[in-house]
């Protein structure tokens, strides 16, 4: 047992060293509650056991992110190092006029690749192979923190479930496009920017295709 932690924290470690090795991503909260045997009575059970095991240097944790969890110590007491995926980065930025690719056009086009650790990927570490990045241009997204310059993280896909952001191209405009994805009552797809300035843009679904959906933001500072 690690010197001064609990039994319980002591299984806990465990869980989250399986779990790492099982899955190639850190567990959530939640995963550790309902993973323990015998099980832990609640999430905050979980999350006091979690900061005192942080205290003591035994993990680290990425401030809101679900799944940032990082093992300091590995077998031989040396410090662990978090794993680092290289994402490919397209070409352009995502703005009106520019087809977006989709990930194998990505893959083919560009040299520029993005080191992005397991602890921003959270679970979608476990299938780095289907993700790519984009530039952001413009603010149309500025309300969720998706602002001028930043780069998303996007998991390539053709379907959305409501409210996602996604990646989309509309056919007749020949237009790309950053925004949330709803459906209408009379059919259409509305996409909503995040920007209480700009107008949402009604399509017919059939005009639209979607590249992806975007799981990660890298701010741009300056």
């Known amino acids: 047992m690690a010197k001064n932690i609990s039994e ?18 850190p567990p959530s909260v ?13 999430t905050s059970v979980v999350d006091y056991n979690l900061k005192a095991l942080e205290e003591r240097g035994q993990i680290r944790r990425g401030k809101g992110i679900s799944r940032a969890i990082e093992l300091v110590e590995n077998g031989n007491g040396h410090r662990s190092n978090p794993a680092v995926f290289r994402i490919p980065v397209a070409p352009t930025p995502i703005a009106a006029g520019s087809p977006i ?6 893959l083919a086009s560009t040299e520029d690749m993005l080191d992005v650790s397991q602890m921003l990927l959270g679970r ?22 998706i602002n001028d310059g930043d780069v998303v993280i996007v998991l390539a896909q053709e379907t959305a479930e409501v409210g996602q952001t996604v990646v989309a191209w509309l056919r007749n405009e020949q237009e790309a496009t950053l925004k949330r994805f709803y459906l209408e009552p009379d059919g259409r797809v509305r996409l909503q920017p995040a920007n209480e300035t700009m107008n949402p843009i009604f399509t017919e679904a059939d005009n639209l295709e979607i590249k992806g959906r975007v799981v990660g933001v890298l701010r741009h500072v300056d």
């Open 30 to 42: 939640r995963d550790i509650q309902e993973g323990l045997t015998p099980r832990v009575s609640s």
């Open 101 to 106: 690719p989709v990930l194998q056009d990505v």
């Open 8 to 25: 319980r924290q002591t299984k806990i470690l465990e869980f989250i060293r399986k779990f790492i090795d099982d899955h190639g991503f």
């Open 124 to 145: 979608y570490a476990a299938h780095p192979e289907s993700l790519y990045a984009l530039r952001v241009k413009g603010r149309s997204m500025i309300e969720d923190l």
